[in-house]
């Protein structure tokens, strides 16, 4: 850019959760710099080096300008009308010889809101099944269960301005310093102003730890012990807030043994059965300090020390976690654990103590938790429940007999049913499952069997674009209008900036244009040029109340986002404390208004193993997760050169002790087999994380050397989130 002159606009970062505020530098129609907003009480202007480096994500050489469709093995250019002709007739082919729910829709958390809430009016409402389903199932499905288990209600009752009050961090499995950095920086900030600590509890060590006060290692899996063992102390040291649990708690319990997903035989119901706190306090026995010491390698002396923050009246204390807690196999008990420590010491809903869920991706909480695209929900409510269908179906101006009341397949099921051939037509939009489902090479084979069609809208080759039928450009970020809800419940606005490349249009429109095909104008009524702001405006009408009300979309416009519930022109900060949250109405000081009684659960949730364990065969943990420089897949980062080339490939970390024992030196060639493949990745030690001995960590961000080939499909059967944190391995020097 010339400089000087550019025009800057204001959008919510495309990258992570967090949601920075940032402004984008517009010259002769391109976007060509990014600052991070001052005015943005999210990230204060700062930005990480993926936000700062954000708008080179839209020029890369190879992105898709014109539709393709494959013909004869080869894809060809053709027109968009085109191809929107052939998807609509493709899905009326499939519906007439297979049936409503033989066609899919397969989004994600980087989704606007309008392309979600489209993406479901269509599938749910109009055609009549609830195959919608997004890729937050693969992160952030645990924290929705778990906030739905303890409390009735889904997403964080506290805000980021917590940060600016508590003295203490605890952080869960959560490398926050490369997952959410400049929320991390906030962190940083605060110990330097007011000495607030940071406690990283991981099973490595990362960046965070290196910057945190305290890192405590445990062993994978054991965060069930440990949290149970702080609950314990917290009882034994008389450190429960009686008055508050009295008030506003009840303590039950639930099934256990309830299997890992593997086999498609797992259906249950996980109905709470109360106890007394008497009953609770027994059950606990098994978890002191000490027994917990030998199952998770966090000494007794570590976990009083944890415990004793939590405990300490003089002390706010902030929990904070994202992937570690949720990739896992008892996610929703995980969640309800750390939940539990917070209430029974009253330490929630009020400025500085929260239990915080972080969000991976920008709109996970938006437009996959409030929009509903998941196979269950609905904008507002449950497929499954009457009054919840019946009230989409008022707004959606469809026969609520068209809303099916049964929930259909969850992501790794969806993907099962694709392979088994229950689900003929899937639209895949924004992600990149291809790189992204667990034992990957099983569903890969599975979507290139016969008789399947694929749609996928993106804006560049990736291995998804890989096995479809017909691939749509996809305008990206600010080449096109949308919102945001990041992890704050913070929805933010963005308007469009620049022109998309070619006939690339935006996912929202690509869905309209299909459905008008399909015979649904009446309800797909929207103008072209006006269609976000229609759209969002009927979105509201689903959470018009007290306790979910949404921001107009002028004053989304107005500000750096707006929090909801939105209530007489002001956001609520902390929900359920009648101070601050206008929809407490139970005349209390705390009111958990999502449960009937407006009481919140204490859960009594064991410790359970992984769903598969090293052994002989397979000696060591394989984990897998981000860096700092790549988003998720890294389709759009490694477009970026200086991203690619500050972090080009992935790469295996190794304990240095079990280095050393089996002569692998740095760059070494590694072999990692599983039960399911194999995969050779260079070795990296002592280079940025750490694992503990007997465990080793793989980055996500490669499609040239794809981890999940050989990580397990195995989920959390409440949240039916799978675990990408453990499966058993074996590593060898090539
Ligand atoms: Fe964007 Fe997240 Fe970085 Fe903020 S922390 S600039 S939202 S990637």
């Known amino acids: 850019p010339k400089g000087g002159n550019l025009d800057w606009k204001k959008a919510p970062c495309r990258f992570c959760g967090v949601g920075c505020g940032v402004l984008v530098g517009v010259e002769n129609g391109k976007a060509v710099a990014v600052k991070g907003d001052p005015k943005s009480p999210v990230n204060k202007g700062l930005c990480c080096v993926k936000g700062y480096h954000s ?3 839209m020029y890369g050489k190879d992105r898709l300008r014109k539709p393709l469709v494959k013909k004869n093995g080869r894809y060809v250019e053709t027109s968009m009308k085109e191809a929107l002709d052939l998807i609509a007739s493709k899905m009326k082919e499939t519906i007439k010889d297979h049936g409503k729910d033989s066609v899919s829709i397969y989004g994600s958390g980087q989704w606007t809101i309008p392309d979600g809430y489209v993406a479901s009016k269509l599938f749910k409402g109009c055609i009549g099944t609830n195959n919608v389903e997004a890729n937050a199932r693969l992160c952030m499905a645990s924290a929705v269960t778990g906030f739905l288990t303890s409390f009735g209600l889904d997403e964080p009752m506290g805000c980021y301005e917590d940060i600016d009050h508590a003295d203490v961090f605890i952080l869960w499995g959560n490398n926050m310093a490369e997952m959410h950095p400049v929320l991390f920086s906030r962190l940083l ?14 099973t490595r060590t990362t960046r965070t730890s290196t910057a945190a006060d305290k890192s405590i290692l445990f062993l994978p899996q054991t965060d069930l012990a440990v949290a149970n063992a702080i609950c314990y102390e917290i009882i034994k040291n008389n450190w429960v807030n009686t008055s508050f649990v009295e008030k506003h708690c009840n303590f039950s ?3 256990t043994n309830m299997g890992y997903g593997l086999e ?3 259906k249950f119901k996980d109905k709470p059965e109360k106890i007394s706190f008497e009953e609770y306090k027994k059950f606990l026995e098994d978890y002191t300090p000490e027994k917990v010491e030998k199952i998770s390698g966090v000494s007794a002396k570590d976990i009083k020390y944890m415990a004793s923050f939590y405990g300490d009246p003089n002390k706010k204390v902030m929990s904070l976690w994202c992937m570690g807690m949720n990739q896992h196999t008892r996610g929703t008990w995980i969640n309800n654990l750390v939940y539990n420590i917070h209430l029974l010491t009253g330490k929630i809903s009020t400025p500085g103590n929260s239990p915080f869920s972080l969000t991976g991706q920008p709109s996970a909480c938006g437009t996959v938790r409030e929009v509903g695209t998941l196979t269950h929900k609905l904008p507002h409510g449950v497929v499954m429940n009457k009054k919840h269908r019946e009230f989409a179906a008022k707004i959606w101006d469809v026969p609520v007999e068209n809303i099916p009341s049964k929930p259909t397949y969850h992501t790794v099921e969806m993907f099962r049913a694709l392979d088994r051939g229950d689900i003929r037509f899937m639209w895949i939009q924004v992600t990149n499952p291809m790189v992204t489902m667990p034992k990957l090479k099983r569903y890969r084979d599975g979507a290139k069997k016969e008789g399947r069609f694929i749609v996928v809208s993106d804006i560049y080759p990736t291995p998804t674009t890989d096995i479809a039928d017909v691939i749509l450009p996809s305008a990206m970020w600010v080449e096109r209008e949308g919102m945001y809800g990041n992890s704050e419940r913070r929805t933010q606005y963005f308007e469009q900036m620049v022109e998309p490349p070619g006939e690339a249009m935006s996912d929202t ?7 008008k095909r ?3 104008e009446k309800q797909f009524y929207y103008n072209e040029e006006t269609h976000v702001e229609e759209i969002y405006t009927e979105y ?7 306790k979910h009300n949404m921001a107009p979309l002028q004053v989304l416009k107005e500000n750096s986002g707006m929090q909801w519930p939105y209530v007489d022109g002001k956001p609520t900060k902390w929900r359920f404390n009648s101070k601050y949250d206008p929809a407490c109405s139970n005349g209390e000081e705390f009111h958990f208004y999502g449960k009937p009684d407006g009481k919140a659960i204490i859960w009594q949730r064991p410790y359970e193993p992984a769903a598969e364990v090293p052994d002989a065969e397979y ?3 394989l984990n897998t997760g981000r860096v700092v420089e790549h988003w998720h897949t890294g389709s759009m980062t490694r477009r970026i050169p200086v991203l690619h080339k500050s972090m080009p490939h992935a790469y295996v970390e190794l304990n240095p002790g079990d280095a050393k024992r089996l002569q692998i030196k740095n760059g070494d060639k590694v072999k990692l087999t599983t039960r399911r493949g194999e995969i050779v990745l260079p070795a990296s030690i002592n280079q940025r994380g750490v694992p503990a001995p007997m465990q080793v960590f793989v980055p996500f961000f490669d499609e040239n050397m794809l981890i999940n080939d050989i990580t397990l499909d195995s989920f959390c059967p409440i949240s039916k989130e799978p675990d990408y944190k453990k499966c058993a391995v074996n590593i060898q020097k090539v």
């Open 253 to 255: 319990k639930g099934l």
């Open 189 to 202: 900030d605060q110990r330097l102003k007011r000495g607030a600590k940071i406690i990283d509890f991981a």
């Open 264 to 266: 498609d035989n797992y």
């Open 509 to 515: 429109w690509q869905i309209v244009e299909v459905a």
């Open 518 to 520: 399909l015979g649904y």
């Open 55 to 57: 708008v080179m994500a």
């Open 619 to 621: 000696p060591y943990w």
């Open 540 to 546: 509201r009408k689903h959470h018009d109340n007290k």
